[in-house]
Nanobody
């Protein structure tokens, strides 16, 4: 059973960096997709970064060139390295997983079955 658990949220100033971690043990014998979403108060959930079992990554335009998703397959850990943070990046960040081949930006959060409880990121100006 996949049960993502996020770590690493916190508060940083504009322009700072932060790395989020997620412990997520998936069945590597299947196609899977791991992703990071975020949701700020009053805003809809946004898919940010996606990585599949082949290591292919996809990013939303809002974070492209600033955020990097990666996975340590040995330790079953997913990462989100965030640079050049802005106040607009403040949100609750969620790690999520699904089985299947689909793993593209624009894939709805409803397509993901397994969710962590989230970790808060706050960027101050």
């Amino acid at each position: 059973q996949v049960q993502p658990v996020e770590f690493g949220g916190g508060s940083v100033q504009t322009g700072g960096a932060l790395t989020l971690s997620c412990a997520a043990s998936v069945d590597t014998n299947q196609n899977y997709c791991l992703a990071w979403f975020r949701q700020a108060p009053g805003k809809k959930r946004e898919g940010l970064a996606f990585i599949n079992n082949h290591g292919a990554t996809r990013y939303a335009d809002s974070v492209k060139d600033r955020f990097t998703i990666s996975r340590d397959n040995v330790n079953n850990t997913l990462y989100l390295h965030m640079n050049s943070l802005r106040p607009a990046d403040s949100a609750m960040y969620y790690c999520t997983a699904r089985y299947g081949a689909a793993c593209l930006v624009g894939l709805s959060g409803d397509a993901f079955k397994y969710w962590g409880r989230g970790t808060q990121v706050t960027v101050s100006s």
